[in-house]
Structure formats: structure tokens, C-alpha cells
T-cell receptor, first 116, second 113 residues
Framework: KAGVTQTPRYLIKTRGQQVTLSCSPI?????VSWYQQTPGQGLQFLFE???????NKGNFPGRFSGRQFSNSRSEMNVSTLELGDSALYLC???????????????FGPGTRLTVL | GNSVTQMEGPVTLSEEAFLTINCTYT??????LFWYVQYPGEGLQLLLK?????DKGSNKGFEATYRKETTSFHLEKGSVQVSDSAVYFC????????????FGTGTSLTVIP
């Protein structure tokens, strides 16, 4: 079974530009979550999409947005890039069905974004 | 709210030494607890998990027990190897907050031969 894939793996942008990152979840997984990882702040939750709808959202400004397609692939977009947006962006997929038990998240390798 | 606190690193150990990485949590409900490991240049991999109090998660020689009374989930391994060098993250997921995971800041472990 193929794992979570993220493209591109590395990206260099300049301040003010926008960027789109892509994530393909494990086949059969309907939930995709995005995280920002930085040395100073650690792993911070951005948002989660389930069945093409944003189901959960972290505490990030509106410049960060996302969407999910009918095949569960997800994209996240960051507009008007700032230096502080430089980070590793991780995508995680899970079955997405809750209930009384957890939903194990499987992570992709991440996209390393550098903003100059 | 929900949060995870884990011991700061970096931690440097000699091969075959005993490892403990402390993790405590705050949760409003009844969370599931996890340890993830991140090797250089890679994403996070689930190491072990526990979904209710007194559960013990174990994998690859690592163990952690869900202690509700002390709100802790400390990671232990009896004899570390050079290949265990990585960053370890403690995390929780609370069904009351959907599929959102809360992570600790990570503890870097280096094992020297």
C-alpha cells in the first residue's frame, strides 16, 4: 500500500508570493490534516479536511487555506508569504471515522518551504 | 484545553544505555496517547500508542504506559541502539476535538557507539 505522498519536497519562494502544496493520502483514507513544523514552535495543527469539507481548524491566519478533492487529495495554499512561513509542512492522512477510538494518522515526508 | 509537555533535549546516550523520555499531558476529555519518531529528512512515524488508562503501548523495544493518575506517558527503552537516533514526539488525540493531534515539542536523541 502506497504511503502518503507530498509534492514538491522542497520549495523556495520570496516574500509576498503565494504557494500551493499537494498531498495524496493513503488509498481509502478520507481525512487529511496539515501541520506546520518549525524549530521554534514545533508541530502546529493547521486544518483537517474530511470528505471535501474542512472539519477542524487550528489557529493560523486566513493566508493559510486548503481544500480537498473528491479523490481525497488535498492542497494547501499560503498567500502573501512571510519569512516566518519558512517551515516543514506535513500532511497526515487517516480513515477519518471517529467514534470512541482514535484515528491513527500516517504522515508524509513533508514539503520544506523556504521563504527568502 | 489540550496540551503535551515533553522533556527537552537533546539527549545523548551511549549504545545499550537505558532511555527515558518524559511526557505529561493536559486534556479535557479522555485522550488517546501516542509516540511518534522522526528520522532525519523524513515525516513522522507512529512508534506506539495507548487508547485508555493503564494501557501499555510497545514496539521495537520501546514501551510507554498510559498513567491517568499522573497524566503521563513516558517513553522507555532498556537498551538503545545507534539506529534509534531520531527526534521523538509525544502526542494526544481527543475525540472531543475531532481528528486534531496535539504534539509535544520533540526530544532529539543521539546514540553514540
Amino acid at each position: 500500500k502506497a504511503g502518503v505522498t507530498q509534492t514538491p519536497r522542497y520549495l523556495i519562494k520570496t516574500r509576498g508570493q503565494q504557494v500551493t502544496l499537494s498531498c495524496s493520502p493513503i488509498s481509502g483514507h478520507r481525512s487529511v490534516s496539515w501541520y506546520q513544523q518549525t524549530p521554534g514552535q514545533g508541530l502546529q495543527f493547521l486544518f483537517e479536511y474530511f470528505s471535501e469539507t474542512q472539519r477542524n481548524k487550528g489557529n493560523f491566519p486566513g493566508r493559510f487555506s486548503g481544500r480537498q478533492f473528491s479523490n481525497s487529495r488535498s492542497e494547501m495554499n499560503v498567500s502573501t508569504l512571510e519569512l516566518g512561513d519558512s517551515a516543514l509542512y506535513l500532511c497526515a492522512s487517516s480513515l477519518g471515522t471517529g467514534g470512541l477510538s482514535y484515528n491513527e494518522q500516517f504522515f508524509g515526508p513533508g514539503t520544506r518551504l523556504t521563504v527568502l | 484545553g489540550n496540551s503535551v509537555t515533553q522533556m527537552e533535549g537533546p539527549v545523548t546516550l551511549s549504545e545499550e544505555a537505558f532511555l527515558t523520555i518524559n511526557c505529561t499531558y493536559t486534556a479535557t476529555g479522555y485522550p488517546s496517547l501516542f509516540w511518534y519518531v522522526q528520522y532525519p529528512g523524513e515525516g513522522l512515524q507512529l512508534l506506539l500508542k495507548a487508547t485508555k488508562a493503564d494501557d501499555k503501548g510497545s514496539n521495537k523495544g520501546f514501551e510507554a504506559t498510559y498513567r491517568k493518575e499522573t497524566t503521563s506517558f513516558h517513553l522507555e527503552k532498556g537498551s538503545v541502539q545507534v539506529s534509534d537516533s531520531a527526534v521523538y514526539f509525544c502526542a494526544l488525540s481527543d475525540k472531543n476535538t475531532g481528528n486534531q493531534f496535539y504534539f509535544g515539542t520533540g526530544t532529539s536523541l543521539t546514540v553514540i557507539p
